[in-house]
């Protein structure tokens, strides 16, 4: 039988295609393989929940809940409807100063023009005062005078300074408790106001706990005001505040742009001596190498960008950078044209502003210090719909959910903030 050599050659080509389309198809199958195992985790959904893939072993997806939470946005501020229409008097001054840095700025602000409003008195603006002696700086180097000033306008008259004809020398100094209530200052500061025409103020803390409780009743609205709606940075400053936020955020695009604050300070944790507070796993306060285990236990990755307040750099926080690589403190992260004014002062002011500010912005906050920088972090990001404040404590097994050990002002709802948000 005759062979058509043209049936044999298409009967060749026929073949050739088979073999060269498997083989594509085989490159192309261990070639996706290879590129999802050396390449970034592939995603699956697995009982509800996205997880990743990678090298066979599956963990919580990057920039999923996680530990991760979302803002909350629900609250709004209760006293734009609770505040009187009442004209601003004006008979007498009120002065006072800031001192011993932003967290108890709050506080010494607020007391200031609650005494002001309670007493028809004309407030004038604060100086800043550091904790050296000659350490001193106008309101406005740091805060935003005329803000100030237009938030109050319908409560206090404010002015820039005093009039040149009242001495400060002839001022009677009055000690008042923070949180002071209108009760307190018609008993005990107006007999002193009337007697003398004008006064200086200085708030103490007999505690630097900012819980609400049943005794305090409503929080008069001023306060509320004052507390939450008229302090803020100068425009400058917070330029820089921003820039180093939005630095943090670039080095955290794999966690998208989230990132961790924690305040941690070498000096205080030397001074204070951590210790048991009684409660099962919690001291007053935690070092690096306990910080980065507890956030490890919590499921943030290693690439977790991480910022802390330390002033600068210090070998004993060498052990948070190994686990958590993205791990700075101001000065790697601050613009290298403003460090010659914001970090090589001799004052400390600006530096721990700035940690305030960056606290209270960041996606995380975690307290290894308490106290009233603490306490005031938290009003301030309740007030910015910030509520992830996660409290160290010691865990005991291989891991934890970060939702255990959110604050208990914000998970008992009973910080002074949620009196002046609705």
């Known amino acids: 039988m005759g062979v058509d050599l043209r049936q044999v050659v298409a009967g060749i080509l026929t073949i050739t295609m088979f073999v060269m389309l498997g083989q594509m198809l085989h490159r192309d ?98 100086d800043i005062r550091g904790s050296k002696s000659g350490d001193e700086r106008n309101f406005e180097d740091i805060y935003d005078a005329d803000k100030l ?21 002839d001022m009677a100094i009055v000690k008042v408790p923070t949180r002071v209530t209108e009760d307190y200052i018609k008993e005990n500061i107006d007999p002193i106001f009337k007697s003398k025409g004008n ?20 929080t008069d609205p001023v306060a509320c005001l004052a507390m939450f709606g008229s302090l803020e940075l100068q425009p400058e400053l ?30 205080i944790l030397q001074e204070k001596h951590c210790h048991s507070t009684g409660v099962v796993g919690s001291k007053t306060c935690y070092n690096s190498q306990e910080i980065a285990l507890f956030l490890r236990k919590l499921g943030f990755s290693g690439d977790t960008t991480i910022y802390l307040t330390q002033p600068r750099w ?27 004014k914001y970090l090589e002062s001799e004052s400390s002011e600006y530096e721990n502003v700035i940690d305030f500010y960056i606290s209270s912005r960041s ?47 914000i998970s008992k709802k009973n910080h002074l903030a949620y009196s002046c948000f609705c």
């Open 363 to 409: 996606d995380v906050f975690v307290p290894a210090i308490s106290g009233l920088f603490y306490a005031n972090i938290v009003g301030k990001r309740i007030a910015l719909g910030k509520p992830q404040v996660l409290v160290p404590a010691e865990i005991s097994k291989t891991s934890g959910l970060a939702t255990d050990f959110i604050s208990p002002y």
């Open 149 to 169: 000033i237009k938030s109050l306008e319908n409560v206090i008259k404010v002015v820039k300074q005093l009039p040149e004809e009242v001495s400060l020398r």
């Open 314 to 340: 210090d070998s004993s926080l060498n052990i948070l950078k190994d686990i958590f690589p993205k791990t700075f403190t101001k000065e790697a992260i601050m613009p290298a044209s403003k460090k010659s």
């Open 29 to 126: 199958y261990y070639d996706s393989l290879q590129e999802k195992a050396q390449g970034d985790a592939h995603d699956i959904e697995f009982e509800g929940s996205r997880v990743s893939v990678k090298d066979s072993l599956v963990g919580a997806v990057e920039g999923s809940k996680g530990p991760w939470m979302d803002d909350n946005n629900d609250l709004n501020p209760c006293w734009p409807t609770l505040l009187s229409d009442e004209a601003v008097s004006s008979k007498g001054y009120v002065t006072f100063s800031l001192t011993n840095g932003p967290e108890y700025h709050i506080s010494q602000i607020t007391d200031a023009v609650m005494v002001a409003k309670h007493l028809g008195a004309t407030l004038v603006l604060p």
């Open 199 to 218: 006064i200086r103020v200085a708030t103490y803390f007999p505690s630097v706990n900012l819980r609400k409780s049943s005794q305090d009743g409503e």
């Open 238 to 267: 917070n330029a820089v505040v921003e820039s180093m936020v939005e630095r943090l955020r670039t080095h955290s695009r794999k966690n998208g742009g989230r990132f961790i604050a924690v305040d941690l300070r070498i000096d």
